[in-house]
């Protein structure tokens, strides 16, 4: 039932949802059926508005099974249904609703997440085999490697792409909509000689995953977009919703913003949230034209500002305001707050790295010491390196932290090992897979795996292929356990995903503790996987969220206990998007450091170099330090005395220092002298040195 036909909603009910709100996001929440792009800036209350806005259909009589909630984060997702199942609990109260957990059925997640869930319900309509499997990264560089070595385009004499290198390549491409020729003259210039043959591999990797029948992370979206682009598998698509609601719009890339027009052509229904001053995803193949570009692709656009913000101060926002404003094509806003007083953010000089190093801790310490505990600060960077010398002084002063980033749990070896196996009972063709699960056992190398594995596909998943096969002396004592294993998962129940993974354990153990060191904590790792797996219903959908949204770390076992449960938080600017602290650090605020000198191609990359800066300097809720080293050496801490001296970043330029309090790191006041009490004058300096010649 389409909102225009609600009956369920009374004043009452609608005034208990809209309550908390501010006009700007009443208006935005209340909005008709038109096509509605909300420009949220930062700190305004996105997240909550949205809620609102799903609530408020809901509400209206949009039924929840008709509303498309797309992210970026599975947690986004999770967190809106979550608020708009309170939001509706609370509005019960007020008036008569069906169902106040309604939220829970709202078709709600990542755009990758939705792709493989319609690609399941559809894709045999347009030639896709039911058990495809989906390739995460490792995955599709392995594939890509498979492809450029049997096409020989690796040697000793020949510089070419390595396989992350061409799957860069190969993804900026599709995801950009970018040619090759492009894409090679402006991001990877050096390999512009290797055009014909990167034509070669990827036509190559495209056929090999047909053949596999597996799916890269490019594919979900790309297929999606092909099912739209048909008239009838369209139109069943889009009859699916009444209403589609886009977060962080700014993020989007090239194929996304097709889909989100495929899914509603004339923009009735449509509603995205964004900001473009926090488009700071290029080397994604996001685009920040797609939100500036909205109102044309959608003529009937209503464009709502949010501005209030509830975050930072006054002076940090008057800062950050100016900063942003530099931005050569923007949205008009001016943030504001309620939340007057609060000191200048600090523009601080430093000598050198070391300096600067030591300065940010004191003062860390020094909130902490007036009590702002340390996971309430955060100190951001450019790159992850440029942190080293900040760790190394903070174990030495004993100040716990922790850094955001690192090895995702299912991108571990161990995992992937075992994972594996169910891949390749859900897709026999999944050469990826096979050739992974076959090389664990000893005795086997790459080219018995790869007749091997080929055997198994042409049997389409039959074990009898296998029965009886002469292997490598090495591999005949694990031989007929494997097939037996392989046997026990192409015959298992699909839901029954936990007893799946335990018979894998079984097996897998004694290979794990050969292969690999810190074997217990690996296997403790692998126990958690299975009760993971328990949580499924079937092996296909285990297999796909696994990949789509996989934990993104796993824990050994306890190390010694930290007295002091607090820590400090470190992070790269734009692992820092969507979060706040009470006090931010900005380091290495020089030219080449902030922008990044590999992102000074183009006004675009400058300008996205400059929207990142405003998101780093826009985490704080209290009070923001920049930090600017006047000299860098060479070689790293302490090897070479060579240097040079650094300007400050382009992004606050002269006319915007007033707006910071300037000061030095160490300022030294030089000790007052007793004029009466020196002897030497310079005409004395000068003979003793006119005596050196004559």
């Known amino acids: 039932m389409a909102a225009s036909d609600a009956k369920t909603d009374t004043p009452a009910l609608i005034e208990s949802l809209l309550r908390d709100l501010n006009d700007a996001q009443r208006a935005a929440v209340t909005h008709a059926d038109g096509p509605l792009l909300i420009v949220a800036g930062a700190g305004t209350g996105k997240t909550a508005t949205l809620a609102h806005r799903v609530a408020y259909l809901i509400a209206r009589g949009t039924p929840p099974g008709r509303i498309l909630l797309l992210t970026f984060t599975r947690r986004a997702a999770d967190e809106m249904i979550r608020r708009t199942e309170a939001l509706l609990r609370r509005a019960s109260n007020a008036g008569e609703l069906p169902d106040t957990r309604a939220g829970s059925t709202v078709w709600g997640g990542t755009f990758h997440s939705v792709a493989a869930r319609l690609l399941r319900m559809y894709g045999e309509s347009v030639g896709l085999p039911p058990g495809f499997t989906i390739l995460d990264r490792s995955d599709s560089e392995d594939l890509m490697h498979a492809v450029r070595t049997e096409l020989d385009l690796g040697s000793r004499t020949r510089r070419f ?18 040619p090759l020729g492009h894409v090679l003259e402006t991001r990877f210039p050096w390999c512009k000689s290797e055009a014909d043959d990167l034509k070669r ?24 977009r092909g099912m739209l682009a048909d008239d009838a598998l369209g139109r069943l698509i889009r009859d699916r919703f009444d209403a589609v609601l886009v977060d962080e719009y700014q993020d989007t890339n090239a194929v996304q913003a097709d889909i989100v027009e495929s899914l509603r052509p004339g923009g009735q229904g449509l509603t995205v949230v964004g900001d473009d001053a926090q488009a700071i995803y290029g080397f994604r193949a996001a685009t920040v034209r797609n939100i500036l570009d909205f109102p044309a692709r959608f003529p009937a656009t209503t464009v709502l500002t949010l501005e209030r913000n509830y975050r930072s101060s006054a002076p940090v926002l008057d800062a950050t305001n100016a900063i942003i404003a530099e931005a050569t094509e923007r949205y008009d806003k001016s943030l504001w707050t309620e939340r007057q007083g609060g000191a200048r ?12 190093t030591s300065y940010v801790i004191d003062r860390i310490l020094g909130h902490r010491e007036e009590g702002t505990d340390l996971k309430r600060q955060a100190v951001l960077f450019r790159a992850a390196h440029h942190s080293m010398d900040l760790e190394m002084e903070l174990q030495e002063r004993n100040v716990p932290f922790v850094k955001y980033g690192g090895l995702k749990f ?15 009972a859900e897709n026999p063709h999944d050469s990826v897979a096979a050739l992974r699960v076959l090389g664990l056992l000893p005795g086997i190398g790459p080219r018995t795996a790869s007749l091997l594995a080929g055997e198994f596909s042409q049997a389409d998943g039959d074990c009898e292929a296998w029965v009886g096969r002469n292997v490598p002396e090495a591999t005949r004592p694990l031989w007929p356990d494997f097939v037996s294993l392989m046997r026990t998962l192409l015959s298992a129940s699909p839901g029954d995903v936990a007893s799946q993974i335990h018979a894998c354990r079984a097996f897998y153990a004694p290979l794990c503790e050969q292969r690999y060191d810190a074997a217990p ?20 959908r285990f297999l796909t969220e696994s990949v789509l949204d996989a ?4 824990g050994d076992f306890a190390g010694p206990p930290l007295l002091d449960e607090d820590y400090l938080v470190l992070s790269t600017m734009h692992s820092a998007k969507g979060l706040e602290f009470d006090v931010v650090y900005v380091i290495h ?14 006004v675009e990359e400058i300008e996205e170099e400059r929207r990142l800066f405003y998101v780093a300097c826009t985490r704080a809720r209290d009070a923001l330090y920049v930090t600017h080293p006047l000299r860098y050496y060479r070689a790293g801490r302490g090897r070479s005395d060579a240097y040079g001296y650094a300007q400050r970043t382009r992004f606050i330029p002269d006319r915007l220092r007033p707006l910071f309090a300037e000061r030095q790191a160490s300022p030294h006041a030089e000790a007052p002298v007793d004029e009466g009490a020196v002897a030497v004058t310079t005409a004395e300096i000068r003979a003793s040195m006119r005596s050196m010649w004559e």
């Open 161 to 178: 792409p390595q396989k992350g290198t061409c799957l860069d390549i190969y993804s900026r491409c599709v995801n950009a909509a970018e």
């Open 521 to 540: 904590a690996r296997l403790a790792d692998l126990e958690q996987l299975e009760m993971l797996g328990s949580r499924f219903s079937d092996r296909s």
């Open 551 to 554: 934990p993104q770390w796993t």
């Open 410 to 424: 299912v991108e571990m070896a161990h995992v992937k090992d075992l994972v594996a196996f169910l891949r390749l």
């Open 201 to 224: 591999l990827f036509a190559g990797y495209v056929d090999r995953k047909e053949a596999s029948r597996v799916l890269d992370y490019d594919d979900l979206l790309v297929f999606w």
């Open 589 to 602: 605020a020089a030219d080449g450091n902030i922008p990044s000198d590999m992102a000074t191609g183009s």
């Open 345 to 356: 953010p600090a523009l601080v000089t430093c000598r050198d790295e070391r300096e600067q």
